[in-house]
């Protein structure tokens, strides 16, 4: 499986304003993706990244609120925009393994919108 | 459009209790794959097992077991003699061949096990 880091671990952010979560891999990979998962809930899917190409983003979401860049096969960015407290989430970055279909799964950013 | 129900939002145990977490599917494709996490309380989604459409035997690692039915579009995860490490939130999980690896997942299951 890939070895997947994501900064910051958690953050305590201020209403209106932006973070940016960064998903680093060990290994090269095709497709990164982005999810939210919101206290006691489940996850969601927000966008998929391809690099080379714009993502693509899930019904409820666009990239004005989290746009999302792509630059290489083993970065991805994940930006939460003008933050209200809704945005209070863990926000994990994907990839897919060398074996089709297996996708693994970062640490999580826990972020706190106060 | 794909879905996932994971009926069980709680389940408590003691330990060295059987529990089995159930999971049920929607799919149109033919194609397709069926995942399980398991999230302890620091966040971290560790996967379990993938499963495809075209292979239902059933799969042992050690104290886990899974029962894949087409027939009934079940997945289910029994974790045999629990112990309290396996106290998580666990999450099942489908990937239709035609939406390009997104996961869909379950509402999950909160798995308690008492000493």
């Known amino acids: 499986s890939a070895v997947i880091s994501q900064k910051p671990s958690r953050d305590i952010c201020q209403r209106g304003t932006s973070l940016t979560i960064q998903c680093q891999v060990d290994s090269q990979v095709t497709m990164m993706f982005w999810y939210r998962q919101q206290p006691g809930q489940s996850l969601t899917l927000i966008a998929t990244?391809?690099?080379?190409?714009?993502?693509?983003?899930e019904s409820g979401f666009v990239i004005d609120k989290f746009p999302i860049s792509r630059p290489n096969l083993t970065f991805s960015t994940l930006t939460v925009s003008n933050m209200s407290p809704e945005d209070s989430s863990i926000y994990l970055c994907?990839?897919?393994?060398?074996?089709?279909?297996?996708?693994?799964f970062g640490p999580g950013t826990r972020l706190t919108v106060t | 459009a794909q879905k996932v129900t994971q009926a069980q939002t709680e389940i408590s145990v003691v330990e060295k209790e059987d529990v089995t977490l159930d999971c049920v599917y929607e799919t149109r494709d033919t194609t397709y794959y069926l995942f399980w996490y398991k999230q302890p309380p620091s966040g971290e989604l560790v996967f379990l097992i993938r499963r495809n459409s075209f292979d239902e035997q059933n799969e042992i690692s050690g104290r886990y077991s899974w029962n894949f039915q087409k027939s009934t579009s079940s997945f289910n995860f029994t974790i045999t003699a629990s112990q309290v490490v396996d106290s998580a939130v666990y999450f099942c999980a489908l990937s239709e061949e035609t939406s390009g690896s997104r996961l869909t997942f379950g509402e999950g299951t909160q798995l308690t096990v008492n000493p």
């Open positions: 990244a391809n690099q080379g190409s714009e993502a693509t983003y």
């Open positions: 994907s990839v897919l393994g060398r074996r089709s279909y297996e996708q693994y």
